[in-house]
DNA sequence: ACGGGGTTGTAATCGCTATGTCATCGCCGG
DNA sequence: CCGGCGATGACATAGCGATTACAACCCCGT
């Protein structure tokens, strides 16, 4: 299954990337920015299931980050975390669009689960993709084709999805590795091109996934 | 679809008048008790998806009435508020089976929050949940298979009950840590892989729970 | 209060397989 | 022929889930 991505925009690098470790132990992709500004241009490029954002941010703001977040096509939750628990800074961001608040100091756990939380409330791609006889059901994680189930292993089964929401458009190996893995995962690796091949293998014949010369897969 | 259905006992009616229109603005079907007596008297006749139980009753104090609901046969959750935002309150709250917990004061945006995220959990399912030769029956929390009885811990059942509602879709080991322990359990734990193995044990040959690999459980 | 069976969580270990690395292969275009 | 890119095969291993053993705890009756 495709992780869930998250994006923490927290100036304390300390802080942030203790949280990046801490939800990466969770098997959640997590990109991190130091300043608002950097946050904000990763939230337009990528795209997020929850963005936890530090309200308290040098430069730009976390209130205007978070409104142009919500003011952009992007459907991230977010997740602000507020100094004080003062119910008027509560009240504030609520009014700008986050979803969710969270007091420092918290309970990572606490964090944890408000993340997946939102995460789970994030507006889902539909339950069941289908492309020629394939059949992906994201509910129980399972593929079949031609009515056979085909069992997959997790970055199998992540790639899949990728490229059969494309709906046949080409991805590109660095997209997928982005998207499947994270982006802190080596540039160099094969990984994608050898899961690909098992995936072929496991998919059986005729062949479902193209090759594009020039660096790209996709699913006519 | 059917309401949700929520119980608000409460002695300070301002409040609780308050809370109840709030809710009811929000669709849901709210009732209301000034006292813990009346309260305890609603709760064993209707059914209620979450009850709102205010801590500090005059007359039957909110933890013996959180304790009766639980003991109870009844599903509902409890979602406790407490005066001061102390974490003993919080820890004794929670020992008392209450499944969350919101400290006055609060914003009520939270609090619904929170009523929604309770009540998506406690589904008005059918009393008896059958799969293959599986049987549940909820009421007198029990469990047979193939018409021989299964004796199972509360957790155990906990864990069946939640894996038999979801209809075949996988469940993460996470989902069950929130269902059948608590939103704020360590998430760290192999609490469940334990639990599962336990279980399985239990329910004997052949096999009913799968574990689809990358994180999760099913049964097909 | 006391004791005991049953229940539950923790931690250590085991075995397996999914996954990544590396080296090689094969094809295509200059 | 050569250079480059993607496919492939072989291998090493990290990490996950299962399992075991144990300790803490809870609830019940005496």
Redesign the interface.
């Known amino acids: 299954?495709e992780p869930m991505r998250v994006l923490v925009v927290e100036d304390n690098s300390v802080v942030a990337d203790a949280l990046a470790e801490g939800l990466r132990d969770?098997?959640i992709a997590v990109d991190v920015a130091y300043d608002g500004t950097t946050g904000l241009d990763k939230a337009m490029v990528n795209t997020y299931d929850v963005i936890i954002l530090d309200r308290d941010l040098p430069g730009l703001h976390g209130d205007a980050l978070c409104q142009q977040i919500v003011d952009s096509p992007s459907t991230s939750r977010v997740l602000m975390l507020t100094a004080a628990g003062l119910?008027e800074e509560?009240?504030e961001g609520?009014n700008l669009g986050a979803d969710?608040?969270l007091a420092k100091p918290f309970?990572f756990?606490?964090l944890?689960?408000r993340v997946?939380?939102l995460g789970r409330r994030s507006p889902s791609t539909p339950p069941v993709l289908t492309r020629g006889d394939l059949v992906l059901d994201r509910?129980?994680?399972s593929v079949s084709r031609a009515d056979r189930p085909v069992p997959l292993?997790?970055k199998e089964?992540g790639i899949l999805e990728v490229l059969m929401s494309a709906e046949g458009a080409v991805v590109t190996a660095e997209q997928l590795l982005e998207r499947v893995w994270d982006e802190h995962a080596d540039p160099f690796t094969n990984a994608v091109a050898v899961t690909i091949l098992r995936l072929r293998r496991k998919l059986g014949e005729p062949p479902v996934i193209e090759t594009i010369a020039g660096g790209g897969y996709r699913i006519p």
């Open positions: 299954m969770q098997g119910v509560r009240v609520l969710d608040y309970d756990s606490e944890l689960a997946h939380a509910a129980r994680r292993a997790r089964l």
